[in-house]
């Protein structure tokens, strides 16, 4: 068994036990950009369970400023999220929706990286 074997396992098991922490957070991916490359279109929302923790952390942007998060997301069951993102992972213009209603921008995807998949494991999403 490799250590991304573990790793897999473990996120398993991660998920098993925290479920009763995972909140049901509302998820949109872009469908059409327009002719400037702006998001145009999103899917219609679909539901999926992740742990959302409201701390604020200091992200630093594609221009190198520091922008704070309003939350993070941590999505553990990854069978869930290869279902709804047809195994392509989320984008940084996807839109996702808080159970209290707010939404930020996405500052930062992230986890550790999958050599099966090429997608992180598992999947932090950092909104601002």
Do not use: H, W
């Not at 009763?20 to 998820?27: A, D, G, R």
């Not at 069951?77 to 707010?102: H, K, M, Q, R, W």
């Amino acid at each position: 068994m490799g250590l991304l074997d573990v790793l897999r396992s473990g996120i398993k098991t991660a998920d098993k036990i925290l479920k009763p922490l995972e909140s049901t957070v509302s998820y949109q991916r872009v469908m059409t950009r327009d002719e400037y490359g702006a998001p145009a279109t999103y899917a219609s929302p679909v539901f999926i369970p992740a742990i959302v923790d409201f701390k604020s952390v200091p992200v630093r942007n594609k221009e190198g400023i520091t922008i704070y998060s309003s939350a993070t997301l941590t999505f553990l069951d990854l069978a869930t999220i290869e279902e709804v993102t047809s195994n392509a992972g989320f984008y940084a213009d996807d839109e996702f929706i808080l159970p209290d209603g707010t939404t930020g921008k996405v500052l930062s995807l992230g986890g550790f990286m999958d050599a099966g998949t090429t997608r992180p494991l598992p999947t932090t999403v950092m909104i601002g």
